[in-house]
């Protein structure tokens, strides 16, 4: 599978998400936000890590802001309150353990 032609595949209508790999123990999606989009702060259904692919966004955790850009990856814990807002249109890959 090759990401860049997957993330063209998506479409950028806000948000959209497809997922592009789970097994008993793990998720993977790719998720397309438009500029402007915002995401309200919900918590965590499981430790997780984010890849930005393109685009820039403010993503919060437990109320510190974050810019991420492209090529950027954090990670977060499960229950944590995290937030997101799209700076510009933009595409990331959420990867997260469904083993909890």
Do not use: W
């Amino acid at each position: 599978m090759h990401i860049n032609k997957l993330s063209q595949e998506i479409e950028m209508f806000g948000i959209d998400k497809k997922q592009i790999y789970k097994n008993g123990q793990f998720e993977s999606l790719i998720v397309a936000v438009k500029k402007g989009m915002i995401v309200p702060a919900q918590p965590a259904p499981a430790d997780a890590g984010l890849y930005l692919i393109s685009g820039k966004i403010e993503f919060e955790i437990a109320g510190k802001i974050t810019l991420v850009e492209a090529d950027d990856f954090f990670s977060f814990s499960a229950e944590e309150l995290h937030a997101l807002k799209a700076l510009e249109d933009s595409k990331f890959i959420i990867s997260r353990n469904l083993f909890e």
